[in-house]
């Protein structure tokens, strides 16, 4: 069982930065991948970003490619991401997400956080 917290989320301007944190419990961190997921109003769930158990692998939505940047610290049990440019539409609620397999791409993830909203505006 991994239980999986988000924190980060806010209000910003067009343009600037936010960076959200998912801290998680659960022996089994360290070897699952990690994934982070955006939810609009009115649009389905969407992916955004996924690191590998290890760190050294990591894919994402073409959307967000060269804005954003997805990272973890398997000592603290946490994965990271690193919001630059932002965008109004990028407002969503973002939900982090693990894996039981520790490499992409990944099949299906397991465990989801409760979200975290994120709101940018014009």
């Known amino acids: 069982q991994v239980l999986l917290v988000e924190s980060g989320g806010g209000l910003v301007q067009a343009g600037g930065s936010l960076r959200l944190s998912c801290a998680a419990s659960?022996?089994?961190?360290?070897?699952?991948?990690m994934g982070w997921f955006r939810q609009a109003p009115g649009k389905e769930r969407e992916f955004v970003a996924v690191?590998?158990?290890?760190?050294?692998?990591?894919d994402y939505a073409d959307s967000v490619k060269g804005r954003f940047t997805i990272s973890r610290d398997n000592a603290k049990n946490t994965v990271y991401l690193q919001m630059n440019s932002l965008k109004p539409d990028d407002t969503a609620v973002y939900y982090c997400?693990?894996?039981?397999?520790?490499?992409?791409?990944?099949?299906?993830?397991?465990?989801w956080g409760q979200g975290t909203q994120v709101t940018v505006s014009s």
């Open positions: 690191v590998t158990w290890s760190g050294r692998g990591t």
């Open positions: 659960g022996r089994t961190f360290s070897t699952s991948a």
């Open positions: 997400a693990a894996a039981k397999v520790g490499n992409i791409p990944v099949p299906r993830y397991d465990y």
